[in-house]
């Protein structure tokens, strides 16, 4: 399945405030973010199906498909339209299994020798990160940077082939068009979108930013 994965809004109780998740997703949909993921770690399984729920009935029509952060169980309760995984997931052949073949599965990305295993595995994206240093979440590892993510990005290519590379951790309206410029097809944003009172005219901006960047980037002579 062809994910589009140009502005890619993580949605998050600690990040909401209280506020509606599933307004929130909403207005990132209508503004122009292209895919939404539920993130929801410290929720129970039953609220956070609660949450998916309601993110996906706010969803109908926009055409911007829901995924579900590390539970397969929570997707398949809430008919959202796939998973993001990461290393200490499920695996994600399973979760292929599970899901069926129209869902959308997508994996994290963090270094060169993951890639023999993604290959392997039913993915339709893989999002590649920490690329900067974010308050969102807890990362062991240190970030990318671009350079980081220009070599990974093209090992990426060599190995997963036409899939959708996004990119994650830090990236806003400031330093999105060189995520792109350094090889990712998207940008997954948290705080960009949904730390501000405008989450709509936050992605509106950003969706604006990642077109151009996608355009110069398409047009440059190989």
Same mark, same amino acid.
């Given at each position: 399945?062809?994910?589009?994965?140009?502005?890619?809004?993580?949605?998050?109780?600690?990040?909401?405030?209280?506020?509606?998740?599933?307004?929130?997703?909403?207005? !990132?949909? @209508?503004?122009? /973010?292209?895919?939404?993921?539920?993130?929801?770690?410290?929720?129970?399984?039953?609220?956070?199906?609660?949450? !998916?729920?309601?993110? #996906?009935?706010?969803?109908?029509?926009?055409?911007?498909?829901?995924?579900?952060? &590390?539970?397969? @169980?929570?997707?398949?309760?809430?008919?959202?339209?796939?998973? #993001?995984?990461?290393? &200490?997931?499920?695996?994600? !052949?399973? !979760?292929?299994?599970?899901?069926?073949?129209?869902?959308?599965?997508?994996?994290?990305?963090?270094?060169?020798?993951?890639?023999?295993?993604?290959?392997?595995?039913?993915?339709?994206?893989?999002?590649?990160?920490?690329?900067?240093?974010?308050? #969102?979440?807890?990362?062991? @590892? /240190?970030?990318?940077?671009?350079?980081?993510?220009?070599?990974?990005?093209?090992?990426?290519?060599?190995?997963?082939?036409?899939?959708?590379?996004?990119?994650?951790?830090?990236?806003? /309206?400031?330093?999105?068009?060189?995520?792109?410029?350094?090889?990712?097809?998207?940008?997954?944003?948290?705080?960009?979108?949904?730390?501000?009172?405008?989450?709509?005219?936050?992605?509106?901006?950003?969706?604006?930013?990642?077109?151009?960047?996608?355009?110069?980037?398409?047009?440059?002579?190989?």
């Amino acid at each position: 399945m062809k994910v589009d994965v140009r502005v890619y809004g993580l949605v998050d109780p600690q990040i909401g405030a209280g506020r509606s998740l599933a307004e929130l997703a909403r207005a !990132a949909a @209508d503004g122009g /973010a292209t895919l939404i993921q539920l993130r929801a770690k410290e929720q129970s399984t039953r609220e956070m199906v609660r949450e !998916a729920k309601a993110i #996906h009935a706010a969803l109908a029509g926009s055409n911007v498909p829901l995924l579900i952060n &590390d539970r397969v @169980d929570v997707a398949l309760a809430s008919g959202a339209e796939g998973v #993001h995984l990461g290393a &200490d997931d499920m695996e994600l !052949a399973d !979760a292929r299994r599970l899901l069926g073949p129209d869902a959308i599965i997508g994996a994290t990305l963090k270094k060169a020798g993951e890639l023999p295993y993604l290959a392997s595995a039913p993915i339709d994206y893989a999002c590649i990160g920490g690329v900067f240093g974010t308050v #969102h979440k807890d990362n062991p @590892d /240190a970030p990318v940077g671009l350079d980081g993510l220009a070599s990974l990005r093209r090992e990426a290519a060599r190995v997963l082939g036409p899939i959708p590379i996004g990119a994650i951790a830090g990236i806003n /309206a400031t330093n999105a068009a060189s995520v792109i410029a350094a090889g990712a097809d998207g940008v997954a944003v948290i705080g960009a979108l949904f730390a501000g009172t405008d989450t709509r005219a936050a992605a509106r901006e950003l969706r604006a930013i990642v077109d151009a960047a996608l355009a110069s980037d398409r047009a440059r002579p190989a």
